[in-house]
């Protein structure tokens, strides 16, 4: 099952973007790539999916390269409340959608 | 819409006992999975199931069981509790396996 390598932990100040790389080396042609938040306490919460290029919604972007065996999740203007534990999965499609977490990344956003 | 939910919110066992973590969701996902998070760790698949009737193990599934009689409902069982369980453990739904998966707010099990 596929393991993602990402940064153990970012630091950041309010009003900057962050970007957070991802490496997943053997990611196959029916997986997707997907991110999660996780703040203390809680069950992670869903916050963008990708195949390939670039994607956007209201609290992120995706950028995947054509080789797909990495990815960038990209937050702009970071507040305080982004602080919080990112993990970047692949998702295997034809496993039934099984996610394998790795550690995440810690971000700590500073005023 | 409650979403995916787990019972009990806190539960203290002693090494031996058996329980069971209660997980159900009203959104009619056929995908639900289980999930354990150690202190300081990504969380770990024990089981996960794509609809009635149908379960398969995860990375980590030794000393837990699992059935799926209902789409609704995908309780997780310890049959002999061991220290080595204490920890989180997380249940989620998803409408399909290339969708995203929502999770409860976890139960937090101690085992004496």
């Known amino acids: 099952l596929a393991k993602t390598t990402q940064p153990i932990s970012m630091d950041s100040y309010e009003g900057q973007e962050v970007n957070i790389t991802c490496s997943h080396n053997?990611?196959?042609?029916?997986?997707?790539i997907t991110w999660y938040q996780q703040f203390p306490s809680q069950g992670p919460r869903f916050i963008i999916q990708g195949y390939k290029t670039k994607v956007t919604n209201e609290v992120a972007s995706l950028f995947i390269p054509a080789d797909r065996k990495s990815s960038t999740l990209s937050l702009p203007r970071v507040s305080l409340s982004d602080t919080a534990v990112y993990y970047c999965?692949?998702?295997?499609?034809?496993?039934?959608?099984?996610?394998?977490f790795g550690q995440g990344t810690e971000l700590s956003v500073k005023p | 819409n409650a979403g995916v939910t787990q019972t009990p919110k806190f539960q203290v066992l002693k090494t031996g006992q058996s329980m069971t973590l209660q997980c159900a969701q009203d959104m009619n996902h056929e995908y639900m999975s289980w999930y354990r998070q150690d202190p300081g760790m990504g969380l770990r698949l024990i089981h996960y199931?794509?609809?009635?009737?149908?379960?398969d193990q995860g990375e980590v599934p030794n000393g837990y069981n699992v059935s799926r009689s209902t789409t609704e409902d995908f309780p997780l069982r310890l049959l002999s509790a061991a220290p080595s369980q204490t920890s989180v453990y997380f249940c989620?739904?998803?409408?399909?396996?290339?969708?995203?998966?929502?999770f409860g707010d976890g139960t937090r099990l101690s085992i004496l």
């Open positions: 999965l692949v998702v295997r499609v034809n496993q039934g959608g099984k996610l394998i």
């Open positions: 199931s794509v609809g009635a009737g149908i379960t």
């Open positions: 053997n990611i196959a042609t029916n997986d997707y």
């Open positions: 989620a739904s998803q409408w399909a396996s290339n969708q995203p998966q929502h």
